[in-house]
């Protein structure tokens, strides 16, 4: 049997998700995770409840009036996934494409538009990285979906809500993907209610530090939720995150703390960098910088020498520079990058 030959014909063009490399032993600064790691009441409930695992997840109610109560909106406004990545999936099933995102931004959404079989237009950012709503509509053309990330990964910049409203204001179906919300401060959560063509998509990965448990959710009028619900899969989320995120949800107190120190590591990140290279300032956990006249791949590999991983991503199309990413750590994890750094 020729396997290609029964395949959907554009599966085999599409490149494959590349995740931050992790290394045993190393410091990982390379996926922008919260390295401090949960609430020691995530902890406790994945202990209680892991001799639970031959029931079927049953807590998602319970879990949809949690995080409804944390965001400021109804049960009716939330659906939970298997991270914010099946989420996307979820809405690209539901809603008629084209497609359509800006470049450089989260590598998901071209991939799964391409998976599902619909076109993907990216539409690149200003030189210096910065989101122009009118040039951005006018790439898009006659995209029906629109994603727009806030912060933007890769780069740590926030959209201006003046410019996410120009683009929710064209009556398309616009993702607003606010997976370092938390970092950032900066929500378009409130502006649903009167605007029922807007996703916003959060996740529990970042600041809850929940990302090996695989928990994200949508935000947006209970119409576009109900369609949502009909395309997910039963049970997609499971029982150990169920409990996860409802006990992180119930020490908000523990997340700030540790995203307060997320937010100073990220300052002494930028300014271990600033003193050799070009990053960008960021409203994420992470920085994103131009390492030239060293490749990304040479600078990666002088970390690796102290047993640090960064996330490299080399040359982007249309902007000059060679690009890595790097996430804040812990304070200790950041001492031993800046010190690394300085003997670059």
Same mark, same amino acid.
């Given at each position: 049997?020729?396997?290609? =030959?029964?395949?959907?014909?554009?599966?085999?063009?599409?490149?494959?998700?590349?995740?931050?490399?992790?290394?045993?032993? /190393?410091?990982? !600064?390379?996926?922008?995770?919260?390295?401090?790691?949960?609430?020691?009441?995530?902890?406790?409930?994945?202990?209680?409840?892991?001799?639970?695992?031959?029931? /079927?997840? /049953?807590?998602?109610?319970?879990?949809?009036?949690?995080? *409804?109560?944390?965001?400021?909106?109804?049960?009716?406004? +939330?659906? $939970?996934?298997?991270?914010?990545?099946? !989420?996307?999936?979820?809405? &690209?099933?539901?809603?008629?494409?084209?497609?359509?995102?800006?470049?450089?931004?989260?590598?998901?959404?071209?991939?799964?538009?391409?998976?599902?079989?619909?076109?993907?237009?990216?539409?690149?950012?200003?030189?210096?990285? #910065?989101?122009?709503?009118?040039?951005?509509? @006018?790439?898009?053309?006659?995209? %029906?979906?629109?994603?727009? $990330?806030?912060?933007?990964?890769?780069?740590?910049?926030? +959209?201006?809500?003046?410019?996410?409203?120009?683009?929710?204001?064209?009556?398309?179906?616009?993702?607003?993907?606010?997976?370092?919300?938390?970092?950032?401060?900066?929500?378009?959560?409130?502006?649903?209610?009167?605007?029922? %063509?807007? +996703?916003?998509?959060?996740?529990? *990965?970042?600041?809850?530090?929940?990302?090996?448990?695989? +928990?994200?959710? #949508?935000?947006?009028?209970?119409?576009?939720?109900?369609?949502?619900?009909?395309?997910?899969?039963?049970?997609?989320?499971?029982?150990? @995150?169920?409990?996860?995120?409802?006990? @992180?949800?119930?020490?908000?107190? /523990?997340?700030?703390?540790? &995203?307060?120190?997320?937010?100073?590591?990220?300052?002494?990140?930028?300014?271990? !960098?600033?003193?050799?290279?070009?990053?960008?300032?960021?409203?994420?956990?992470? &920085?994103?910088?131009?390492?030239?006249?060293?490749?990304?791949?040479?600078?990666?590999?002088?970390?690796?020498? *102290?047993?640090?991983?960064?996330?490299?991503?080399?040359?982007?199309?249309?902007?000059?520079?060679?690009?890595?990413?790097?996430? @804040?750590?812990?304070?200790?994890?950041?001492?031993?990058?800046? =010190?690394? !750094?300085?003997?670059?």
């Amino acid at each position: 049997m020729n396997v290609r =030959e029964r395949m959907r014909p554009w599966i085999g063009e599409i490149s494959n998700y590349v995740p931050g490399e992790y290394r045993e032993g /190393y410091v990982k !600064l390379a996926s922008n995770e919260n390295n401090y790691g949960p609430s020691p009441k995530v902890v406790e409930a994945l202990r209680q409840w892991s001799g639970r695992t031959q029931i /079927y997840p /049953y807590r998602g109610e319970e879990l949809r009036e949690k995080l *409804a109560e944390y965001v400021g909106v109804k049960k009716e406004n +939330i659906v $939970c996934g298997n991270g914010s990545d099946e !989420l996307i999936d979820l809405v &690209v099933k539901a809603f008629k494409g084209p497609n359509a995102g800006s470049y450089p931004s989260f590598a998901e959404y071209p991939i799964v538009s391409r998976i599902n079989g619909e076109k993907y237009t990216p539409v690149k950012l200003e030189d210096d990285f #910065a989101f122009n709503a009118e040039k951005f509509l @006018a790439g898009a053309g006659d995209c %029906n979906l629109m994603f727009l $990330c806030t912060p933007n990964n890769p780069t740590g910049l926030s +959209i201006p809500e003046g410019e996410i409203m120009k683009v929710v204001e064209s009556g398309k179906i616009v993702v607003v993907d606010e997976a370092y919300y938390e970092f950032s401060g900066k929500t378009v959560v409130g502006r649903i209610r009167d605007n029922p %063509n807007m +996703i916003v998509l959060r996740t529990m *990965a970042k600041s809850f530090a929940l990302a090996g448990l695989r +928990i994200g959710y #949508a935000v947006a009028d209970p119409e576009v939720i109900e369609a949502l619900l009909k395309v997910k899969p039963p049970f997609n989320v499971n029982t150990l @995150a169920e409990a996860a995120a409802i006990a @992180a949800l119930d020490d908000i107190e /523990y997340m700030e703390e540790t &995203v307060k120190k997320v937010k100073l590591g990220k300052e002494a990140i930028y300014k271990a !960098l600033k003193g050799k290279f070009k990053p960008l300032e960021s409203d994420s956990n992470f &920085v994103f910088a131009d390492v030239t006249p060293m490749t990304s791949e040479e600078f990666a590999e002088k970390l690796l020498e *102290a047993r640090i991983t960064v996330r490299r991503f080399g040359k982007l199309e249309g902007y000059p520079g060679d690009y890595v990413r790097v996430n @804040a750590g812990t304070e200790e994890e950041n001492m031993k990058f800046a =010190e690394a !750094l300085s003997k670059m």
